[in-house]
C-alpha cells in the first residue's frame, strides 16, 4: 500500500486544487448520502498517516484509504481518464479540476473520520516523537513489526521501516523492550527524516528493501528477506549490517 509520504503529496496536490472552491459535482456511485448543498465549499485535503481526508464547509469528509489499490487522479473538467469509469469510486468536482479517487477499497462521507487511533505523524514536521516513542514502548513486539503499527506513529510503511532498520543497525526481529530507549528514538526520528525527504523529492536511494538475495551495498552479504507479523510483510535486512540485540543510533 502507498507510504504515508504518498498520500501527503496526494492530499497536497488535491487541496491546492480544491481548497477554498465551491463544490460543482460530487459522486459516490458506492455510498449513500444526503445531497450537499448547492453553496457547498470545500474547505481542503490532508493526509493523516495513510488516511487521505478532503473536507467540506457542511462538516463532512472524504475519507479514503487507498491499501493496495486505491489511488486519486486529477484531471481538467473534460479531459479524459486514465482508467475505466467503473473504477471510479468518489468524484469531487470544482470549476477547474475533477479529482478522482480509484478502486479505493475504503471510501467513507463523515463527520467523524476514524483516525482518532493514530500516532504522530511522522510526514509532518511538528510529529511529536517523543509520544511516538511512548507509544512504541507501550505496544513491544518485534521492532519491525512494531514500526508498521499506525497506532505508533502514523505513515511509516514496509519500505521506510526496513530503510530505517538498516540505517539504525538494528535486526527486525529484535524486540522493543530489549533496545535502548536511544535506539527506538533513533528508528523514529530516522524514519521521520525519510519519509519527509520523500515528501519534497528528495527520496534517499533504497539500501535493503527490494533487494533480496542482492549484495547488501555496505559490506556486501546477501540482503535477506522473511515474513514478520501477523500481516506477514515481507521484511528486508542484512544480516551482518543488523545482527540480533546490536541497536545503535544511526550515525
Not at 515528501?199 to 535477506?224: H, L, N, S, W
Request: charged share 30%.
Amino acid at each position: 500500500m502507498p507510504e504515508g509520504d504518498t498520500i501527503f503529496r496526494t492530499a497536497r496536490s488535491l487541496d491546492q486544487a480544491l481548497a477554498g472552491k465551491p463544490l460543482v459535482r460530487f459522486e459516490a456511485p458506492r455510498l449513500r448520502f444526503r445531497p450537499f448543498p448547492p453553496d457547498t465549499v470545500v474547505d481542503g485535503a490532508e493526509a493523516v498517516g495513510k488516511h487521505c481526508l478532503v473536507r467540506f464547509d457542511d462538516g463532512r469528509t472524504l475519507h479514503t484509504h487507498m491499501r493496495m489499490t486505491g489511488s486519486w487522479h486529477l484531471y481538467r473538467p473534460g479531459e479524459r481518464w486514465r482508467k475505466k469509469p467503473a473504477a471510479m469510486r468518489a468524484l469531487v468536482e470544482v470549476a477547474d479540476w475533477v479529482a478522482v479517487c480509484f478502486a479505493a477499497p475504503v471510501v467513507e462521507l463523515t463527520e467523524h473520520p476514524p483516525i482518532d487511533h493514530l500516532g504522530p505523524d511522522l510526514c509532518r514536521p511538528d510529529a511529536d516523537i517523543d509520544e511516538a516513542l511512548r507509544r512504541l514502548q507501550e505496544r513491544g513486539g518485534e521492532i519491525g513489526d512494531a514500526l508498521l503499527d499506525q497506532r505508533v506513529a502514523a505513515g511509516i510503511g514496509n519500505m521506510w521501516r526496513c530503510e530505517a532498520l538498516f540505517a539504525c543497525r538494528v535486526d527486525p526481529f529484535d524486540r522493543v523492550d530489549e533496545l535502548p530507549d536511544a535506539t527506538n528514538r533513533a528508528l523514529l526520528e530516522v524514519s521521520a527524516r525519510f519519509l519527509r525527504s520523500s515528501v519534497v523529492g528528495d527520496r534517499p536511494p533504497m539500501q535493503v528493501y527490494g533487494r533480496r538475495a542482492e549484495p547488501c551495498k555496505r559490506c556486501g552479504t546477501r540482503i535477506d528477506w522473511r515474513p514478520q507479523g501477523d500481516q506477514r510483510r515481507g521484511t528486508y535486512w542484512c544480516p551482518a549490517c543488523q545482527p540480533p540485540s546490536a541497536g545503535t543510533e544511526a550515525g
